[in-house]
């Protein structure tokens, strides 16, 4: 097994017996921090990275009202973004081979546009640009930005009052 280190976002800082109550539930292997975004910098051991997320956020459910709502470390980028977070590539050159003006085609699609502002998967940008590019970037884990559009998605199902007909939805999908 491998030791994955994620971080999760909370909905809101749990107090000092639930936090109690999240160790006791096993998350010995996380620690809180505070701030505007309370979160949960894990060390989970699991055969994937997605395990590790699903027991993660398993465990935090049984501590009621408390939830995760964010999962990683900022994986929704522009292209500007990934220009910036490549350092060889420029927000002209990303956009050319977003649009097939240049390059293989293929690129990956956005998870969202809205406004003329097209939102990217980092971790789908930087495996294409390693795989099909040949960029010299370390390999992403797209775990991250599965869980993460999950938890993102159990969100928003929850604050609609949705939460059965999503379940059924994913199941069906």
């Not at 390059?103 to 099909?132: C, H, K, Q």
């Amino acid at each position: 097994m491998t030791i994955w280190d994620f971080r999760v976002m909370l909905n809101r800082e749990p107090d000092s017996d639930e936090y109690d109550r999240l160790v006791e539930a096993g998350m010995d292997d996380c620690v809180l921090t505070g701030g505007s975004q309370p979160s949960l910098m894990c060390d989970r051991e699991a055969d994937s990275l997605l395990e590790a997320v699903v027991s993660v956020l398993a465990q935090i459910r049984q501590v009621n009202g408390l939830w995760g709502v964010s999962v990683g470390h900022g994986d929704a980028v522009t292209l500007g973004d990934a220009a910036r977070r490549h350092g060889g590539r420029t927000q002209a050159s990303l956009r050319q081979l977003a649009s097939g003006q240049r390059g293989p085609g293929g690129f990956p699609e956005p998870l969202m546009e809205a406004d003329n502002v097209s939102v990217y998967s980092w971790a789908e940008i930087s495996d294409w640009l390693r795989t099909t590019m040949g960029d010299d970037l370390p390999p992403g884990n797209r775990d991250l930005a599965l869980a993460d559009a999950a938890v993102k998605l159990a969100c928003r199902a929850r604050a609609m009052r949705q939460e059965p007909l999503v379940r059924r939805l994913l199941e069906v999908a």
